[in-house]
């Protein structure tokens, strides 16, 4: 993991040679005191929990953190700071400037869409070792530069690596949600089914499912239901005789006049004008 030289194709991700402009040991007394919404653009920086709890708002979000948790604020993100009121925290903070990752703005290791918070204790020791290590060659008497430079690219790409990671993991999770919930919705749609059913069977909160089926079809789950009910009744009318109530009943309607409603908003027209329509083509 340190042994990464200037020419590595790692470290070719990095367009120039980084630099610590601080790395600090924060003790719960200091970090008792709030720090209110500020911003840098000359440096990125991480931060991690050593102990006790807190709140930190990036770009708006609040966060909840724990000891464990590595937190990385990318230049222009807005961030505040609050300690847990009794313990306070204590914090190992680092700052880095000249930071260029390819394809990126100055100063930034990832894009916006990843999580500025890792709250995985996987990551801890990792990210700790590193962390410790420049914060001790900060201290030494005659601080080695070329060790520093070492570090501080094993740091950067590692938590870029770590974030990326995560994400895609995240990503996965909810498609294979996603997924779960469509077929969950195909075995059910003709019964009386609410996102709460869903939720229910799935032991799940509703705004994670809406969310996770949404990313993964492009539909809220009740505009699937709707539209898997009306694409059945479609079939229906143009490949039996069955009445419009017969099939508004087989494809989950409580009533005729709610499917008409339904399929006349779908489609732009009545079954019957539907199925008159496609039976009179030559």
């Known amino acids: 993991m340190f042994k990464i030289g200037k020419n590595s194709p790692v470290v070719s991700n ?63 993100a807005k961030h505040e700071e609050f300690a847990d009121s009794e313990n306070g925290m204590d914090i190992l903070s680092c700052a880095i400037g000249n930071v260029c990752i390819k394809g990126l703005a100055p100063n930034v290791l990832f894009p916006k869409k990843y999580s500025p918070v890792i709250q995985n204790r996987g990551c801890y020791h990792e990210v700790g070792t590193l962390m410790g290590m420049l914060h001790t060659n900060f201290l030494s008497r005659s601080p080695s530069t070329e060790l ?31 997924h779960l919930i469509q077929s969950y919705i195909d075995e059910h749609y003709i019964e009386d089914i609410s996102l709460q059913d869903i939720a229910d069977e799935l032991n799940m909160n509703q705004y994670y499912i809406s969310h996770a089926f949404k990313s993964t079809t492009g539909l809220s789950p009740m505009q699937y239901v709707i539209r898997r009910r009306i694409g059945e009744a479609q079939s229906y009318l143009l490949n039996t005789d069955k009445t419009v109530t017969e099939i508004a009943y087989i494809v989950g309607y409580n009533s005729a006049s709610n499917f008409n ?21 030559p």
């Open 14 to 76: 990095l367009e120039r040679q980084p630099y610590l402009l601080s790395i600090n040991a924060e003790n719960r007394i200091q970090t008792r005191l709030a720090r209110m919404m500020h911003v840098h653009d000359d440096r990125v920086e991480i931060l991690q929990m050593q102990s006790g709890h807190g709140v930190h708002i990036i770009d708006g979000k609040e966060y909840k953190t724990k000891q464990g948790d590595i937190l990385i604020y990318n230049a222009g």
């Open 148 to 178: 520093e430079y070492h570090l501080l690219c094993s740091l950067l790409l590692t938590i870029r690596e770590i974030v990326m990671r995560e994400e895609s993991e995240e990503e996965q999770k909810e498609q294979e949600l996603g």
């Open 261 to 281: 409603n339904a399929f006349k908003k779908m489609i732009g027209m009545s079954p019957q004008r539907y199925r008159k329509l496609w039976r009179n083509q």
